[in-house]
């Protein structure tokens, strides 16, 4: 009994048979809705994690005026009733994504920080967060520390500290 091979069914050597070729309408299909799926759950995830680590910007600066009160406070006997008199160039201090000190002006702040309550023996600082950085921290919102170190902020979270 001899096979004869036909023309239309000869195989390549990876096991392709000449017929078939390129990618069906189904398989780009799935592959799109693959990559649709991933992006709808990391997307979201990335986005809240950017949201934290610029809230960490805002923190540092909090403390860095917190600590200068404090070292004011054992220099003049009450704490300074404006960043200025902390030695920091406006009474409104920004702060850009790496936490550095920028005018409140710059396209790149996404805190603003300002005394809000001082007295000789108290003082609240608070950040507010700017542009896109307020849009999306909606549940943390302003943060605050006072001269006792209690924390606070506006929004309705619980660890944004």
């Known amino acids: 009994m001899i096979h004869h091979l036909s023309t239309n069914h000869r195989s390549s050597p990876l096991g392709i048979t000449r017929g078939q070729s390129g990618v069906t309408l189904i398989e780009l299909m799935i592959v799109v809705v693959i990559i649709a799926i991933l992006t709808a759950i990391a997307y979201p995830s990335y986005s809240r994690y950017v949201i934290r ?9 909090l403390l860095l ?8 406070m054992g220099n003049n006997k009450r704490y300074a009733a404006s960043l200025t008199e902390l030695g920091f160039a406006a009474d409104a201090l920004a702060v850009d994504d ?32 700017q542009g896109a950085q307020a849009a999306g921290d909606t549940d943390c919102g302003t943060l605050s520390l006072n001269h006792a170190g209690a924390r606070g902020q506006t929004g309705s979270a619980d660890n944004c500290w």
């Open 98 to 129: 790496n936490g550095e000190s920028v005018t409140a002006g710059a396209s790149d702040h996404i805190y603003t920080l300002t005394i809000s309550d001082s007295s000789a023996i108290t003082f609240t600082v608070e950040a507010a967060p």
């Open 65 to 72: 005026v917190a600590d200068r009160q404090e070292q004011f």
């Open 53 to 61: 680590s610029k809230r960490v910007a805002a923190k540092s600066a």
